[in-house]
């Protein structure tokens, strides 16, 4: 959750004006234009996409980019998308919630100008390697800074959360995103960009975290609730209650191999009880040491069981929710902690959308 005042925390529970600022620049930070007029848009972001925000924004004809210098052109521009509310006094508090590049603008039949845009990582992921890439002796976080940086010089690094461990001894073939996603995953982590653009490597949020927003459609504390409508559901699809790390080799040495399974008795999803025995293989050759297999399996294993209880939900904007946030939902006299997997900034008008899963907590055995 990104930091806002007590002032603002108040104000999304009564009526306020929205202010969004979308400036343009190119990728060297030069202002292009600032704070350009649109009718429409909004910003998903989902952490279960490599390339975690996107962008839609509606445009007037006039700032159709007919040349490669016009500021929108795809070719050049960068748009720095930041959203929250305008208070009385004309007064802003806003968040980051996008930087990226456009990939299309669209002249469309009405005379509006629709703009789609991809935030940094698939500048990452479409600089493939032109040739096999080998490791660089040093952690593995400043390996994935160093295939970052090579794909978007001056990139920002955020903080991460993760334990750090020697980079794998690796030669890469062709594709940087998958390298990076394997760094990232033999740390129990995946990686992705902030709204204001920094790249952050972060573990799987699913089994824990302090609640950083109530999510209510009743009234608490003596101002309304922020929630509009809910959806729950329960299913075991995309469950798993054992899970295997597989790390072969290249070097022909015995593959390191570890399984965390569910072994919790009363849990509902325990191995081998009424839920049944649902395993996920998992290959890949960044783990160097069954530890870093061990802490990638409990991670998968934990993502796994929280897909049993998710939820849709409707809400009054807060534009400082992000992907990964604890959040709490009461709704139809139900309670339940959840963290937020995907949702979708409003720019204009309208409502926030976000997906859900629950928490999980699943002890880890070797095999």
């Known amino acids: ?5 007590a002032a603002y925390q108040r104000a999304i529970h009564f009526p306020h004006s929205r202010r969004t600022i979308i400036d343009v620049t190119d990728a060297s930070g030069t202002v292009l234009a600032a704070d350009i007029p649109f009718s429409d848009g909004d910003v998903r972001a989902s952490l279960t996409q490599r390339v975690t925000r996107s962008a839609s924004i509606t445009v007037s004809e006039d700032l159709f980019p007919d040349l490669d210098t016009d500021p929108l052109s795809p070719t050049r521009a960068i748009l720095n998308i930041r959203s929250g509310i305008q208070y009385a006094d004309g007064s802003t508090e806003v968040f980051p919630v996008f930087q990226g590049r456009v990939q299309e603008a669209t002249l469309d039949p009405n005379g509006s100008v629709s703009l789609s845009a991809e935030d940094r990582a698939l500048d990452v992921v479409d600089m493939r390697f032109e040739q096999p890439r ?3 002796p040093g952690t593995t976080i400043q390996m994935i800074h160093e295939l970052i940086t090579e794909a978007v010089p001056g ?3 955020g903080t991460d959360d993760v334990a750090d461990a020697d ?10 995103g998958q390298a990076v996603d394997d760094l990232a995953e033999s740390l129990g982590a995946r990686w992705y960009a902030q709204g204001d ?8 949020p699913y089994d824990n975290g302090t609640v950083v927003q109530l999510l ?3 009234e608490s504390d003596g101002i309304d609730g922020l929630l509009s409508s809910a959806t729950l559901f329960k299913s075991r699809r995309g469950t798993a209650n054992s899970v295997t790390v597989v790390s072969e080799r290249l070097d022909g040495t015995d593959p390191i191999r570890v399984t965390a399974r569910n072994t919790v008795p009363t849990s509902a999803t325990a191995y081998g009880d009424t839920f049944g025995r649902v395993t996920q293989v998992i290959k890949i050759q ?9 802490r990638l399996a409990r991670a998968q294993l934990n993502a796994a069981n929280a897909l049993t209880e998710q939820w849709s939900l409707t809400c009054v904007p807060d534009h400082t929710l992000e992907p990964g946030d604890p959040i709490r939902i009461r709704w139809r006299g139900r309670t339940a902690v959840q963290v937020i997997d995907a949702l979708t900034y409003p720019l204009g008008l309208g409502p926030m ?4 899963r629950a928490f999980s907590t699943m002890p880890v055995t070797s095999g």
Not at 286 to 294: R, W
Not at 353 to 356: A, N, R, S
Request: glycine share 4%; net charge negative.
């Open 1 to 5: 959750m990104l930091p806002s005042s």
């Open 134 to 136: 080998n490791y660089t």
């Open 155 to 157: 990139a920002l690094f």
């Open 167 to 176: 980079v794998p001894l690796l030669t890469w073939d062709e594709d940087r």
């Open 197 to 204: 653009g920094a790249f952050v490597v972060r573990a799987f």
């Open 216 to 218: 209510s459609d009743g």
């Open 286 to 294: 960044t783990p160097t040491s069954s530890s870093e297999a061990q």
């Open 353 to 356: 959308t976000l997906t859900t």
